[in-house]
Nanobody
Framework: QVQLIESGGGLVQAGGSLRLSCAAS????????MGWFRQAPGKEREFVAAVSLGGRSTRYASSVKGRFTISRDNSKNTVYLQMNSLKPEDTGVYYCAAAKVVLTTSQVGYDYWGQGTQVTVSS
C-alpha cells in the first residue's frame, strides 16, 4: 500500500528554521506532483506549497512565499519543505500529499496523504 511518512517537525523559536521531509513508498514517485498542506488548531487545512513531477515548477501560498522552499529528490522518493523565518502563525500539523500527474494547489486533487507532523513556533 502507498505510504507517505512525514518527519522533521518540532518546536522552534520565532525566526528559526526547520526542514520537513516526506518519504514515499509503494508509489511511482516520479509520476506524482507533491504538495504540503497545514492545519492550525480551529482552522481548515490550507495549501502551503507544491512541486511538479520533475521539480521544475512550484507553487506557494502567499503567506509563505519567500520564506519556504519545496523541493524533491526523485532518486530518494522524498519531498522536502525548507521553512525559514518561522512565525507563530506557521504553527500547525503539516501534511504531505501526492497528486497523480498534475500540479495543483487544491486538496481535492491529491490522491494520497500522510499522517502529518507537528510544527510549533514559539514567540
Amino acid at each position: 500500500q502507498v505510504q507517505l511518512i512525514e518527519s522533521g517537525g518540532g518546536l522552534v523559536q520565532a525566526g528559526g528554521s526547520l526542514r520537513l521531509s516526506c518519504a514515499a513508498s509503494a508509489l511511482t514517485f516520479s509520476n506524482y506532483a507533491m504538495g504540503w498542506f497545514r492545519q492550525a488548531p480551529g482552522k481548515e487545512r490550507e495549501f502551503v506549497a507544491a512541486v511538479s513531477l520533475g521539480g521544475r515548477s512550484t507553487r506557494y501560498a502567499s503567506s509563505v512565499k519567500g520564506r519556504f522552499t519545496i523541493s524533491r529528490d526523485n532518486s530518494k522518493n522524498t519531498v522536502y519543505l525548507q521553512m525559514n523565518s518561522l512565525k507563530p502563525e506557521d504553527t500547525g500539523v503539516y501534511y504531505c500529499a501526492a497528486a497523480k500527474v498534475v500540479l495543483t494547489t487544491s486538496q481535492v486533487g491529491y490522491d494520497y496523504w500522510g499522517q502529518g507532523t507537528q510544527v510549533t513556533v514559539s514567540s
